[in-house]
């Protein structure tokens, strides 16, 4: 009898097996362009999550282009050297930055006046890269490493204590 169970667990452990190499195997060769298409024009993208082009975000962006959903000309942050990245990527020829998701801006970094700060966390919740760190009813900061210079902390602020700079080129020499 105990033979018999164990004779079982392992035909039902090989036949799991099995499956699971089938199915890797499989998934392997059976991905969706769509999906390598998104991921692809997502890696274009700014990455700065700043909503302007419509979309929530970069990748949901990505994947209305890839989908012919959106156009390659809704990202002010992208500039025209986006446009004309996904342009080639996507073998489209390269069109104008479309003005009504906004204009082209230099690189900003939000910085929060810390001594005017009342700790009300509108910010940390509008952050969509967790870029503000804080307490309630603490004095909150920017971590500028992490920070797009989106500028989706402003709207929140009740006291208007966040100001945006502009990034220095640190590409050119000084």
């Not at 760190?133 to 500028?144: N, P």
């Not at 602020?157 to 208007?160: G, S, T």
């Given at each position: 009898?105990?033979?018999?169970?164990?004779?079982?667990?392992?035909?039902?452990?090989?036949i799991a097996l099995l499956i699971g190499v089938v199915l890797g195997y499989a998934a392997s060769w059976f991905t969706s362009d769509n999906e390598s298409l998104s991921a692809q024009i997502d890696r274009l993208l700014p990455q700065t999550q700043c909503a302007q082009c419509g979309?929530?975000?970069?990748r949901p962006y990505a994947d209305a282009i890839a989908n012919n959903e959106a156009d390659i000309n809704q990202c002010p942050p992208g500039g025209e050297a986006g446009v004309a990245a996904l342009a080639d990527l996507l073998g489209r020829p390269v069109i104008a930055l479309d003005p009504d998701y906004g204009e082209v801006k230099p690189p900003l970094l939000a910085l929060i006046r810390e001594d005017e700060c009342i700790g009300c966390t509108l910010c940390i919740k509008a952050c969509p890269?967790?870029?503000?760190?804080?307490?309630?009813?603490?004095?909150?900061?920017?971590?500028?490493?992490q920070c797009t210079g989106c500028e989706l902390c402003l709207p929140p602020?009740?006291?208007?204590c966040i100001d945006l700079i502009v990034i220095a080129d640190t590409d050119q020499p000084a």
């Open positions: 009898m105990a033979h018999n169970f164990v004779t079982g667990i392992f035909v039902v452990t090989a979309y929530p975000g970069c890269v967790d870029a503000i760190v804080g307490a309630a009813k603490l004095m909150h900061t920017v971590i500028a490493d602020c009740p006291v208007d």
